[in-house]
């Protein structure tokens, strides 16, 4: 069994900032990338950002770029996503996900998704 805790999540304005932060723990050695996807009322879930067991390796969507950074502590099995500048468009459900296959190129899990997802945390922006 693998558990993947979101938490950070709520309602900023827009310009804010908030971070997110996710705690693997279970089943669940290394190594593995680490990733966040989003889903906005009536859209399909989304890829956001992920980042290689390293933490050498980032990849991003391209409408966050700039905006937002995924760093991750391994020692802790910790994964973060701070979020700048943000948007009304930010406005989602965000999940923690973790992925092993790509742990070494984290891009993969833009494509083919993960192995284990969190339950999600709300961000909502107020405009």
């Known amino acids: 069994q693998v558990q993947l805790v979101e938490s950070g999540g709520g309602v900023v304005q827009a310009g804010g900032s908030l971070r997110l932060s996710c705690a693997a723990s279970g089943r669940l050695s290394g190594p593995y990338a680490m990733g966040w996807f989003r889903q906005a009322p009536g859209k399909e879930r989304e890829f956001v950002a992920a980042i290689s067991w390293s933490g050498a390796i980032t990849y991003y969507l391209d409408s966050v770029k700039g905006r937002f950074t995924i760093s991750r502590d391994m020692a802790k099995n910790l994964g973060y996503l701070q979020m700048n500048n943000l948007t009304p468009e930010d406005t989602a459900v965000y999940y923690c996900?973790?992925?092993?296959?790509?742990?070494?190129?984290?891009?993969?899990?833009?494509?083919?998704?993960?192995?284990?997802w969190g339950q999600g945390t709300q961000v909502t922006v107020s405009s």
């Open positions: 996900a973790a992925d092993k296959r790509s742990y070494f190129a984290p891009a993969t899990m833009s494509r083919d998704g993960p192995d284990y």
